[in-house]
T-cell receptor, first 113, second 112 residues
Framework: EAQVTQNPRYLITVTGKKLTVTCSQN?????MSWYRQDPGLGLRQIYY???????DKGDVPEGYKVSRKEKRNFPLILESPSPNQTSLYFC????????????FGPGTRLTVL | GENVEQHPSTLSVQEGDSAVIKCTYS??????FPWYKQELGKGPQLIID?????GEKKDQRIAVTLNKTAKHFSLHITETQPEDSAVYFC???????????FGSGTKLNVKP
C-alpha cells in the first residue's frame, strides 16, 4: 500500500532531551516536507527536501534539523526541544516538486514539558 | 511568501444544506489551487484541485471555483452529510514554488 508513515505517533518528552521523528514513504517520491499544525495557524512548513542530500528551510525552521540521506526517509530532529515546539507534526511527500499534490502521513503529536 | 487567508474559520450547517469556504491569496504567480480535508486524527487528504486555466471543477457533491483576477477560490459542498464534518485547508501554489503555504483551516460541522 502506497503510504507515508511516521513514528512515533505520540511522544511526551522534557525540555532539552534530543529526539527524532521518523518519516518514510514507499512511493519513490522526490519531494518531502515537514509541517507543524497549531490551532488557528493551519499548517506551517518547517523544512523541505527536493531530493536526496538537498534540503532547505521552510517558514518556521528554528529549533529543527532534517536530513535526506535516502530517498524514502526524511527524519525531523529536535536537538534541544522546548515547550513552544509542542505541536502536531506532519510529514508529506510529492512525486516531483512540480506535481503539487501532497500525500500526508498520519501525524505525530509531540508534547514538550 | 504567499499570504493565504481562509474564511470562515468555523462553519456549522444542517445536513442537506450547502457549505462554501473561501480562500484568498496574494501571489499572482499561483496557478494550482487545491483543497485538503483533514478528518479527526488523520493527515490532510486532497479532495479537489483546480489549475489556473479553468474557472470551475466539479466532482459529485464538491466543486471548486476560481477567480484569478480577484485572487480567490472557493470550495462548495452541496447536500452536506455528517461525514463531511472535518477541517478543510486551501494551499494555493505554483509549479515553480518549492515552499507551500496553507490557509488557517475551516472546521465544518454538519448537524444531522
Amino acid at each position: 500500500e502506497a503510504q507515508v508513515t511516521q513514528n512515533p505517533r505520540y511522544l511526551i518528552t522534557v525540555t532539552g532531551k534530543k529526539l527524532t521523528v521518523t518519516c518514510s514513504q514507499n512511493m519513490n517520491h522526490e519531494y518531502m516536507s515537514w509541517y507543524r499544525q497549531d490551532p488557528g495557524l493551519g499548517l506551517r512548513q518547517i523544512y523541505y527536501s527536493m531530493n536526496v542530500e538537498v534540503t532547505d528551510k521552510g517558514d518556521v525552521p528554528e529549533g529543527y534539523k532534517v536530513s535526506r540521506k535516502e530517498k524514502r526517509n526524511f527524519p525531523l530532529i529536535l536537538e534541544s526541544p522546548s515547550p513552544n515546539q509542542t505541536s502536531l507534526y506532519f510529514c508529506a511527500s510529492i512525486p516531483r516538486a512540480q506535481s503539487n499534490e501532497q500525500f500526508f502521513g498520519p501525524g505525530t503529536r509531540l508534547t514538550v514539558l | 511568501g504567499e499570504n493565504v487567508e481562509q474564511h470562515p474559520s468555523t462553519l456549522s450547517v444542517q445536513e442537506g444544506d450547502s457549505a462554501v469556504i473561501k480562500c484568498t491569496y496574494s501571489d499572482s504567480a499561483s496557478n494550482y489551487f487545491p483543497w485538503y480535508k483533514q478528518e479527526l486524527g488523520k493527515g490532510p487528504q486532497l479532495i479537489i484541485d483546480i489549475r489556473s486555466n479553468v474557472g470551475e471543477k466539479k466532482d459529485q457533491r464538491i466543486a471548486v471555483t476560481l477567480n484569478k483576477t480577484a485572487k480567490h477560490f472557493s470550495l462548495h459542498i452541496t447536500e452536506t452529510q455528517p461525514e463531511d464534518s472535518a477541517v478543510y485547508f486551501c494551499a494555493p501554489t505554483s509549479y515553480n514554488f518549492n515552499k507551500f503555504y496553507f490557509g488557517s483551516g475551516t472546521k465544518l460541522n454538519v448537524k444531522p
